[in-house]
Structures are given as structure tokens and as C-alpha cells.
């Protein structure tokens, strides 16, 4: 197939990009940037906002994963989520005009979107048919409600997207645990190994994650699977407590210690690391409920084994694999 990823030069779209070519598949990279070379990767410059000779790489092709939109890790300043949505809504807007005027349209529009769409909830996971959108929930920081209209604000441009032809997918995902440079778990195996990967504010909440290869494979499903549409949560059946996911990752990378942090501590952490505290402290209480009613069998369902894994790889320097 020959698949198009609008933004696929961040971590994500790495892992993805040499996850789909080892498959097989011709994969297009559309990109805002100079970019290194990266074999069998095609990158086509666009600038995410407006219509340009890039449209040529949407009509004809199988797929279309959009993964643009400015990184949330940076402080959660008005100017930086102003640009979070602008990247998000803009980009989603002139993918959608370039599949409506495509003489071959794809199958299928894959556009990414967040778990942290829902709710900030301690008492039970949030699926897709029971889940809890976020956005007003009480005794949380007033902006945090930002993040959830822009999750909101992302999805909404692609269901309002005129392609009869394409069946449209807004992928709802957890926070992608993969051993590849510069992701979250090279953060927190960082934090881990300087002995600082203890409780956050308690660590009571929820961390909701996804196993590399298991987003690889999810992503494929979803591709086959015709009767699909709409949003679908990617992310492993087993969330846990943010404290319990940070002791495992402690076992598996051998580290006796992990001190806790206080709500303070991590609001100084984050302003160091430029970053913000809502990735650490929101309750993120996510279950893949379309997946698993449609059939997908996680490789790595509960996180010790998921642990064990990418600790091992992280280590070894192992490559993303072409699991089917």
C-alpha cells in the first residue's frame, strides 16, 4: 500500500514510518522541515495550512495517517496552545479538503487524537461508549480544559471533513511506550535511573500506556478492518496506578530507589524541563473497549512483561520490528 503520514518526521511517526516500510508498504512523509534522509522514506514538503503540489501524494493513495500537530511536551503557555490547536485543526482541515478533491481517494483516514480527551477520573475507565469527556471536571487546574478542546477541537475537523469515500478513524491514544530515542520512556527511564522515579503527588493516578509493536499492530486493524469508524482508544486493557507502573519500570531497569515527588517538586521539574505538569498529574484511565469487541489480541497486555521488553531493548539498541 502506499500510506501518506502528514507529520511523520517526530517520534511517533518514526517509529510508524520504519514499522510500515519494514511491511513493506511506500510511505510518504509529508513534512514542514529539512528532514535527514531515511531509507525508504519519501518526504514531500508542505507547510501544514494551506493546499500545495503535496495534495498529488493524496489522490491515489491507500492511507492517510495524520499524525501533524506541535509536541505537547512544552509548558502549557497561552502562546504554545494557541499552536497546539492551530497545528492540530489546521493540518486535519487541509487533509480532509485534499481527500474531497482527490479523483482517487484512500480507504482510509487514520487522524490522531488523544486520550487525554477524557475525563480526570479515579473511579473507573473510560472506553468509548462510557467514557467521561474531559473539560470540566472539579478541583483540577482551570487550564488544564485547554488540552481537552483541543483533543475535542481535532477530532471534530475530521468527522465534519467531506469524503464520502474514506472511512474516517480518530485514533484516541495513550502514551506510546517505545525503546527508540527521544519518547517518553527514555524520559522516565532517565528520571528512573537517576533515582527520581518514584510517586508523583501520591502517584494514585492513572497511567494509561501502549506497547510499540502493539500501536504497530493496531494501526494495521484498523487499515483492514472496513466496519471501524469513528474514535477508537489505543491503549493497553491494564492501566494502573502512576506509582505502580513506576515501580515495575524500576524492577525491570534494575533500580532500587525511586523517590517521591511532590506536587511542588514536579512543578519545578517541569518548569526546568520545559514541560508541564498536567503529563504527569492528570488521571489518564483509558481501556480499549472498539478494539477489543472487534478482536485485536494485545502482545502486551499488562505492563511488566511490556516493561521487561523495552527496558531489554532500550538497552540493546534493538530496532523497531515490522510486526504484522
Known amino acids: ?22 511491511q513493506g508498504h511506500e510511505v510518504v512523509v509529508l513534512t514542514r522541515g529539512e528532514v535527514r534522509p531515511e531509507p525508504g522514506v519519501r518526504h ?3 507547510d501544514g495550512r494551506g493546499p500545495g503540489p503535496w495534495t498529488a501524494e493524496i489522490d491515489g493513495s491507500d492511507v492517510v495517517l495524520n499524525l501533524a500537530g506541535r509536541s505537547v511536551n512544552c509548558r502549557y503557555t497561552p502562546a ?3 499552536e497546539m490547536l492551530n497545528s492540530r485543526v489546521d493540518s486535519a482541515r487541509v487533509v480532509g479538503g ?8 484512500p480507504k482510509v483516514w487514520l487522524q490522531m487524537s488523544t486520550a487525554t480527551i477524557y475525563a480526570h477520573r479515579f473511579d473507573a475507565p473510560n472506553d468509548e461508549t ?17 488540552s481537552v478542546d483541543i483533543a475535542k477541537a481535532w ?28 519518547g517518553a520512556l527514555a524520559m522516565l527511564l532517565r528520571l528512573t535511573r537517576l533515582g527520581l522515579g518514584g510517586p508523583v503527588a501520591g502517584g494514585g493516578q492513572y497511567m494509561s500506556w501502549i506497547h510499540e509493536e502493539d500501536l504497530i499492530r493496531a494501526i494495521g486493524f484498523l ?13 493497553a486493557p491494564e492501566p494502573l496506578p502512576y506509582a ?48 477489543r469487541e472487534a478482536g485485536f489480541q494485545f502482545g502486551y497486555p499488562e505492563w511488566p512483561a511490556a516493561a521487561e521488553d523495552l527496558v531489554r531493548r532500550s538497552r540493546s539498541g534493538e530496532p523497531v520490528k515490522a510486526v504484522g
Do not use: C
Not at 487499515?223 to 491503549?235: H, T
Not at 525511586?258 to 514536579?266: Q, V, Y
Open 1 to 22: 500500500m502506499k500510506i501518506v503520514i502528514p507529520g511523520g518526521t517526530g517520534h511517533l511517526g518514526r517509529v510508524l514510518g520504519r514499522a510500515l516500510i519494514g
Open 44 to 46: 514531500v514538503h508542505w
Open 80 to 82: 504554545n496552545l494557541r
Open 98 to 105: 485534499a481527500i474531497a478533491r482527490a479523483a482517487r481517494p
Open 130 to 146: 462510557t467514557g467521561i469527556l474531559g473539560g470540566d471536571e472539579p478541583d483540577v487546574p482551570a487550564y488544564w480544559s485547554s
Open 155 to 182: 477530532e471534530r475537523e475530521q468527522r465534519l471533513a467531506a469524503t464520502p469515500d474514506t472511512r474516517k478513524v480518530a485514533l484516541r491514544a495513550a502514551m506510546v511506550m517505545s525503546p527508540e530515542p527521544g
Open 223 to 235: 487499515i483492514e478492518r472496513d466496519e471501524l469508524s469513528g474514535p477508537v482508544n489505543l491503549a
Open 244 to 291: 505502580d507502573f513506576l515501580r515495575v519500570l524500576r524492577r525491570a531497569a534494575g533500580v532500587r530507589v525511586g523517590l517521591p515527588t511532590t506536587r511542588w517538586m514536579a512543578e519545578i521539574g517541569a518548569f526546568v524541563l520545559r514541560s508541564d505538569t498536567e503529563l504527569l498529574l492528570k488521571s489518564r484511565r483509558v481501556i480499549p473497549g472498539r478494539l
